[in-house]
């Protein structure tokens, strides 16, 4: 009995070892859910949210280049959050990359939220579409003196454009409306009228 108890009590503890996504932090977008006309262009604010403390980072935003365009260009670092030197880089098309570091010695508590920069999104398609950012995970990461953790970003998306509204009509019979009833009925009552909407819609 004694082993059986000792047994639930070790697999309790290794449920609550177990890491989750939250508990490694995350990268996330200000606003997360961002939209522009074609031509047009938002800034967007880039996050860091650690859940450790947390010394240096990378950051690498995929998205679809036939849709929105993000260029180095348009990305001013937050250099006074970040001393220790940011970069941006684009290492293939629709990938932006960006590295990032503390001063020297510093490293930022955990569970705080730390602005690392902010790019610009614009809309790039003469047609609506819509982006659902992602990253990747291998370059995507919090760092310390001790350990690199990955960590994932939250969902963001960008929406170019407006969709185009579709619409659907059907003839009516001469005589009915919108609702299939007849415009001048020849007899009102009740049984009539049922019964000339029951033939309209077995016509149809």
Do not use: R
């Not at 929105?68 to 250099?79: L, M, P, Q, R, Y």
């Not at 939220?113 to 614009?122: P, R």
Request: proline share 6%; net charge negative.
């Amino acid at each position: 009995m004694k082993k059986i108890a000792v047994i639930g009590i070790l697999a309790l503890f290794a449920v609550f070892a177990i890491p989750t996504a939250s508990a490694q932090g995350y990268y996330y977008l200000v606003p997360a859910d961002s939209n522009a006309t074609y031509g047009n262009c938002i800034e967007v604010g880039l996050w860091t949210h650690p859940a450790i403390y947390q010394a240096s980072g990378a950051f690498n935003l995929t998205y679809d280049p036939t849709c929105a365009e993000i260029s180095c260009a348009n990305w001013t670092g937050n250099t006074t959050q970040w001393p220790g030197g940011i970069t941006c880089s684009q290492p293939a098309l629709g990938s932006f990359y960006i590295t990032y570091a503390a001063a020297a010695g510093v490293e930022y508590p955990p569970e705080g939220d730390y602005h690392i920069g902010n790019l610009t999104i614009c809309c790039d398609s003469t047609t609506y579409c819509k982006v659902d950012f992602g990253y990747f995970a291998y370059e995507t990461y919090h760092s310390n003196v001790s350990d690199v953790w990955w960590v994932p970003l939250q969902n963001a998306t960008f929406t170019c454009g407006a969709p185009t509204e579709e619409s659907f009509s059907k003839d009516l019979y001469d005589g009915w409306n919108l609702v299939s009833l007849p415009l001048t009925p020849s007899d009102n009552s009740t049984s009539s009228v049922l019964a000339s909407v029951l033939d309209n819609v077995s016509a149809v």
